[in-house]
Nanobody
Framework: EVQLVESGGASVQAGGSLRLSCTAS????????MGWYRQLKGNEYELVST???????YYADSVKGRFTISQDNAKTTVYLQMNSLKSEDTAVYYC????????????????????????WGQGTLVTVSS
């Protein structure tokens, strides 16, 4: 079965850290680009971070310097290490995969996921209290 399963969401205090995990199955993990989106309050979605099959990474300005994406191909898992968490990081975090050539190599807005993403997980909730 082709799926992505996120874990690691929790409630933490501001300034704390969490590591989210996303384990993939049913497809060739190392050939896919992997990314994390989040659903903020007000139903706004943000592309948080991506890790491409060529090794390049992307971070939204809002998390740059605090979050780190990494992946373990042997475990078919992508991680999002989140440090110095802020209340505005409170969100449901979704893991997603994409064909490296889809959408010109870029990542689409969440609203276009059915057109350009290969798959995404159910989401994991992160709550940061101040």
């Amino acid at each position: 079965e082709v799926q992505l399963v996120e874990s690691g969401g929790a409630s933490v205090q501001a300034g704390g850290s969490l590591r989210l995990s996303c384990t993939a199955s049913g497809f060739t993990f190392e050939d896919s680009d992997m990314g994390w989106y989040r659903q903020l309050k007000g139903n706004e979605y943000e592309l948080v971070s991506t890790s491409s099959s060529d090794g390049s990474t992307y971070y939204a300005d809002s998390v740059k310097g605090r979050f780190t994406i990494s992946q373990d191909n042997a475990k078919t898992t992508v991680y999002l290490q989140m440090n110095s968490l802020k209340s505005e990081d409170t969100a449901v975090y979704y893991c997603a995969s994409k064909n490296p050539h889809a959408y010109g190599g870029r990542w689409p807005d969440w609203g276009d996921r059915y057109r350009y993403l290969e798959r995404w997980g159910q989401g994991t909730l992160v709550t940061v209290s101040s």
